[in-house]
């Protein structure tokens, strides 16, 4: 793939164009949040400026072009993720939380029963951890957890022994936000239909990085977020397979989402409508297709090169340092563009503190993946994350604060 020309890219994000006590602003926590580019901010803000008003097919004109737009929307991000059935495939969420929690909900409460168990992995992400974990206690289900190994990857032996007759739902994360790793998905799908479960798959770290095709991985539902792809908050997306969205109950009610209401009973519209009750995300929902036309202009499979080779370089750079840990996989396609580590000596907080005088954005914490924290022994890591605008240039400076803060504390 021709590597990406980060200079042309930077262009549309003036974000990027500032400085913090005269240090220039070196962005690495894209696995957080990616900035959004103006194309996407243009998008938003021509709704708003041309064609604002509530959607559901209104009479009249603004209505009318709000509806067209908010549902094509949803073909466009379907077509993104290789959903062939456009927006009865589709629905659009607030986020990949609310997108796994639909589905545990809506599929979880009405199927799951004692003697049922929910495997999920030890690198899941709270989103889907959390929500398994509460709505299996609701149901009287197990959950279990597929074993991670040393080298921050998923231990496919245990997941043969984990996943069984038993099983009714795999929920696994595609791409760590944590440890980067790239997860064998379309295997864990295929061990949960081999015993007849479905799989949910967390998209959050995937579907922004990579090129992803769930009909080819064979996913049942998969879940992402629009504002860690180019895309604005508040947005982000359930896939479904046609039949499983048909066959569900709403996860919430209200305006929008019905055939008929009496004061006794309700039916309820298609699909996705019938799964987003209320006014939705409008202009989020068009800021999102304009993140995929964005993105798809750029081309995923460079999108991921250009990860591959920022990943490559920072692991080179920062496992230079003395005593500096990283977790997870080694560089190359198993990997992705995020690099999770610990300084010895050196408290995270601290560290990203002292990165942050540098004007180097990192995050530092549990990630959302506190048992996996405390799995590997340690209370928090510091994280650095590229996307499309990050060169590898960027990675000295972060470099060179790390090594202020060992000065400093170690
Ligand atoms: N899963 C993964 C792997 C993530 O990285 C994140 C975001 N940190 C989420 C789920 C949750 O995404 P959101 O906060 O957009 O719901």
Known sequence: ????????????????????????????????????PDPVVDAMSDYYRETNANVHRGIHHLSQKASIAYEEAHDRV??????????????????????ENLVAHAW????????????????????????????????????????????GRLDMDHARECITDDTAMVSAVHVSNTLGTVNPVSELVDLAHEHDALALLDGAQAVPT?????????????????????????????????????????????GGMIRSVTYDESTWGDVPWKFEAGTPPIAEGIGLAAAVDYLEEIGMDRVQAHEERLAEAAHEKLSAIDGLTIYGPEPGPERAGLVSFTLENVHAHDLASICNDHAVAIRAGDHCTQP???????????????????????????????????????
């Open 372 to 410: 996996l924290h405390d799995k590997l022994g340690i209370a928090a890591t510091a994280r650095a994350s590229f996307y499309v605008y990050n060169s590898v240039d960027e990675i000295d400076p972060l470099v060179d604060a790390i090594e202020d803060a060992q000065a400093l504390f170690g």
């Open 78 to 99: 379907a077509e993104f993720v290789g959903a062939s059935g456009g927006r009865e495939e589709l629905v659009f969420t607030k986020n990949t939380t609310e997108s």
């Open 1 to 36: 793939a021709e590597p990406l020309d980060v200079d042309a890219i930077r262009e549309a994000y003036p974000i990027l164009d500032q400085s913090f006590d005269g240090s220039p602003l070196v962005y690495l926590d894209s696995a957080a949040t990616t900035q959004t």
């Open 210 to 254: 990579r090129p992803v095709d769930v009909e080819e991985i064979d996913a049942d539902f998969y879940a992402f977020s629009g504002h860690k792809m180019a895309g604005p908050t508040g947005i982000g997306a359930l896939y479904g397979k046609r039949e499983l969205l048909a066959d569900l109950d709403p996860y919430l009610y209200g």
């Open 108 to 151: 979880g409460l009405r199927e799951l029963g004692p003697g049922d168990e929910v495997v999920l992995t030890e690198m899941e992400h709270h989103a889907s951890l959390v929500t398994w974990q509460q709505v299996a206690m609701r149901a009287g289900a197990d959950v279990k957890y597929i074993r991670v190994d040393e080298n």
